[in-house]
């Protein structure tokens, strides 16, 4: 149980468009839903947290105008890379959390990532 | 602002060892650690987690430890083996209103058959 899933795993695109990311819970209620960026041989840093049916917060530095996060509904969150530019290649990452803060499990279970390639 | 650090950025220990990843943190406040393997081209897998009330807890060939007096967190693997070899991240969670988890760093564990 717990599966995280990611869509696409893997993208091109040119400079200028827009990519969205998709991030599913597939077996689990997902209350709460992160983004994170990790670019070659670095950590993971987190972009914005998104609860489901409210507007996401975002890190300090990340810019909610360039990456959109929707969370629709319990299992769905989405992230859309607006203008893409070459710096914006990354590896993308979503972890989905089954209950809100204070109130259950802390464990995060994470996607398999999504790999952007901007040219 | 606060962070999660490691001391060793990269590991080689010989097949069959035992394996001690170091982890420093830095907010006093966090009350709970975890620790993840990522593989390459994967997303982070969770190994273990302790509480901040807790200074030792075991998994399967693997053990956290922590130290709250110096903010040191430590993850054991015994009987290391190649299929261990990946990037290990201690993370710190940050109570507030919502689960952040924060990632330290990395260290780059390389088992050498």
């Known amino acids: 149980g717990a599966v995280v899933s990611q869509h696409p795993s893997r993208v091109i695109c040119k400079s200028g468009t827009s990519v969205k990311i998709e991030c599913r819970s597939l077996?689990?209620?997902?209350?709460?839903m992160f983004w994170y960026r990790q670019f070659p041989k670095q950590s993971l840093m987190l972009m914005a947290t998104?609860?489901?049916?409210?507007?996401?917060?975002?890190e300090q530095g990340v810019e909610k105008d360039k990456f959109l996060i929707n969370h629709a509904s319990l299992t769905l969150s989405t992230l859309t890379v607006t203008s893409a530019h070459p710096e914006d290649s990354s590896f993308y990452i979503c972890?989905?959390?089954?209950?809100?803060?204070?109130?259950?499990?802390?464990?995060?279970?994470f996607g398999p990532g999504t790999r952007l390639l901007v040219l | 602002g606060e962070s999660v650090g490691l001391h060793l950025p990269t590991l080689s220990v010989q097949e069959g060892d035992n394996s001690i990843i170091n982890c420093a943190y830095s907010?006093?406040?966090?009350?709970?650690f975890i620790w993840y393997k990522q593989e390459s081209g994967k997303g982070p897998q969770f190994i273990i987690d302790?509480?901040?009330?807790?200074d030792k807890r075991q998994g399967q060939r693997v053990t956290v430890l922590l130290n709250k007096t110096v903010k040191h967190l430590s993850l054991q693997i015994a009987a290391t083996q190649p299929g261990d070899s990946a990037v290990y991240f201690c993370?710190?969670?940050?109570?507030?209103?919502?689960?952040?988890?924060?990632f330290g760093p990395g260290t780059s564990l390389s088992v050498i058959p």
């Open positions: 972890s989905a959390s089954p209950w809100t803060s204070g109130r259950g499990q802390e464990t995060q279970y």
């Open positions: 077996d689990f209620q997902a209350t709460t």
């Open positions: 998104s609860n489901e049916g409210s507007k996401a917060t975002y």
């Open positions: 907010n006093s406040a966090s009350d709970y």
């Open positions: 302790i509480r901040s009330n807790m």
């Open positions: 993370a710190e969670a940050i109570r507030t209103s919502y689960d952040k988890v924060i």
